[in-house]
């Protein structure tokens, strides 16, 4: 069966420090990943999405950035936090052949910036 | 472009009571539809979806949903509450396959169920 991690669970950071996510998923091959932001009070919105090695597309501006290294490895990054990237990032992937609308979340990274 | 709208950020309703958790939704084109539960400082978890079959659809937890086109909605029920179903619970829309936001769900700001003894 697939499985997604995340990692770290928690993380507390100053303003003005680097950020670093990882997910992976295992059980599968050829998955779409998506990271999402959820803010307090704002439901989730789509941050980057991924449909192959090095393959990023961005929904919105921001001050982050994303990476695919390998296959089932999606990288969620900052140079210089700021206070507004405070949230709750999810990970997700959809299958990328046959059903590909159900997405599959992971448990998620607690971020808070100081 | 697609929009989802959950009325009511907040619903409250005593174990045994009818729940009912409302979606409506805007789309160019036939949607995929799906409902998601999160609990408290989890990932999220499919309730259920539509995918243009039926139009009632049952899911996990004795959840059901029906999408209605003529209303463009997609409301969320259980006929008895459990308290061990209060957490938040979003609606979510893509476009089908061949679509271009096929496989990208645009979400609701999300329902906050509480389930009182």
């Known amino acids: 069966s697939q499985t997604i991690h995340q990692w770290p669970a928690t993380l507390v950071q100053p303003v003005g420090s680097p950020l670093s996510l990882e997910c992976t998923v295992e059980?599968?091959?050829?998955?779409?990943l998506y990271w999402y932001r959820q803010a307090a009070g704002r439901g989730l919105q789509l941050l980057f999405y991924?449909?192959?090695?090095?393959?990023i597309s961005s929904e919105v501006p921001q001050n982050l950035s994303a990476s695919r290294p390998q296959d089932r490895q999606f990288i969620l990054s900052s140079k210089k936090l700021l206070l507004s990237d405070s949230g709750f990032y999810l990970c997700?992937?959809?299958?990328?052949?046959?059903?590909?609308?159900?997405?599959?979340f992971g448990p998620g990274t607690r971020l808070t910036v100081l | 472009a697609q929009s989802v709208t959950q009325l009511g950020s907040h619903v409250s309703v005593s174990e045994g009571a009818l729940v009912l958790l409302r979606c409506n939704y805007s789309?160019?084109?036939?949607?995929?539809l799906f409902w998601y539960v999160q609990y408290p400082n989890q990932g999220l978890q499919l309730l259920l979806k539509?995918?243009?079959?039926?139009?009632l659809v049952k899911g996990i937890n004795g959840f059901e949903a029906e999408f209605k086109k003529s209303e463009t909605s997609f409301h969320l029920t259980k006929p008895s509450a459990h308290m061990r179903d209060a957490a938040e619970y979003f609606c979510?829309?893509?476009?089908?396959?061949?679509?271009?936001?096929?496989?990208?769900?645009?979400f609701g700001q999300g329902t906050i169920l509480t389930v009182h003894p």
């Open positions: 997700a992937w959809t299958a990328r052949w046959g059903r590909a609308d159900t997405q599959y």
């Open positions: 059980g599968t091959s050829n998955p779409n």
């Open positions: 991924s449909v192959g090695i090095g393959q």
């Open positions: 789309s160019s084109v036939p949607p995929y």
């Open positions: 539509y995918t243009s079959a039926a139009t």
């Open positions: 979510a829309v893509s476009d089908p396959p061949g679509g271009t936001s096929y496989g990208k769900l645009t």
